[in-house]
């Protein structure tokens, strides 16, 4: 006869304790949760405008992914403001960082998504549904840059300034 010991949950590994350490309990989840809304409303928007765009002016999908990610980047600041970091005050301070962290994907996703266009054209059966699809793996690999960037960047909290001296007060 067996006897059942109560399972215990596994224990994460070490690498993944270090790494989340410095995140506060509950951000990256709210991080998560904003992030999956502002991902499906600017792949939403992005498919939408190459939709409209892309038969109508060549590379349309280019010139899409460039107002999807102008859109969103703006929604997303006032969620992660808000929800996620909750900072306070800074609004012009903050949403100029956060565009700052927002433009290096951006700018990769522009430079890269015509590659990948090109590649999953010629090197798959994809042709139409291309640029949905390489706008779709682009987004993955932005996740994690962009939390880190908006983590450490866009809504760090303030050094504090030099103690007042009580005795001059």
Known sequence: M???SPTTAAAPPKWLGSLTSHIPPGQF???VLVGGWNTVFGYGL???LTAILDPRIPHGYVVAILLSN???ISVAFLGYKWFVFKTKGNYL???LRCITVYSGGVLMSTILLPILVYLLRHGTRLDRSAPYVGGAIL???NVLYN???HKHF???PQAPGPPIDQASA
């Open 93 to 95: 301070r903050e949403w």
């Open 2 to 4: 067996t006897v059942n």
């Open 147 to 149: 939390f880190l960037g």
């Open 139 to 141: 987004m993955v690999f």
């Open 46 to 48: 992005f498919a939408l």
């Open 70 to 72: 102008l859109i969103s």
């Open 29 to 31: 989840l709210r991080y």
């Open 154 to 156: 866009s809504f760090r």
